[in-house]
């Protein structure tokens, strides 16, 4: 069963910097796109990053773009998501997700088959 758990998140100010880990088990991950999300209150959750497992593309949503980077450490099955340069309206829950398709990064929510539980972020100004 895949299970992924987000970790690393908290309250930072705004122009500080944190790293989000999601720890993944339960299957083979090597085809798989790791996907980040977030979802701020009353809002629709949105798309944040997203990497192949192998390492040979990624993608960013435009608004984070030059601040976050999404990265993998295959030794620990283990997806993170750096956010430097943190700003008032990054603040949300923040969700791992995963997605078995072979080919391309899907970047809409329905594209992706597994979650976490997801991780709150707060930046204050």
């Known amino acids: 069963q895949v299970q992924l758990v987000e970790s690393g998140g908290g309250l930072v100010q705004a122009g500080g910097s944190l790293r989000l880990s999601c720890a993944v088990s339960?299957?083979?991950?090597?085809?798989?796109?790791m996907g980040w999300f977030r979802q701020a209150p009353g809002k629709e959750r949105e798309f944040v990053a997203a990497?192949?497992?192998?390492?040979?593309?990624?993608s960013y949503a435009d608004s984070v773009k030059g601040r976050f980077t999404t990265s993998r450490d295959n030794a620990k099955n283990l997806v993170y998501l750096q956010m430097n340069s943190l700003k008032t309206e990054d603040t949300a829950v923040y969700y791992c997700?995963?997605?078995?398709?072979?080919?391309?990064?899907?970047?809409?929510?329905?594209?992706?088959?597994?979650w976490g539980q997801g991780t709150q972020v707060t930046v204050s100004s």
């Open positions: 990497m192949r497992w192998s390492g040979s593309s990624t």
């Open positions: 997700a995963a997605d078995q398709r072979r080919f391309g990064i899907a970047t809409l929510r329905s594209g992706y088959d597994y």
């Open positions: 339960g299957h083979t991950f090597s085809s798989y796109v």
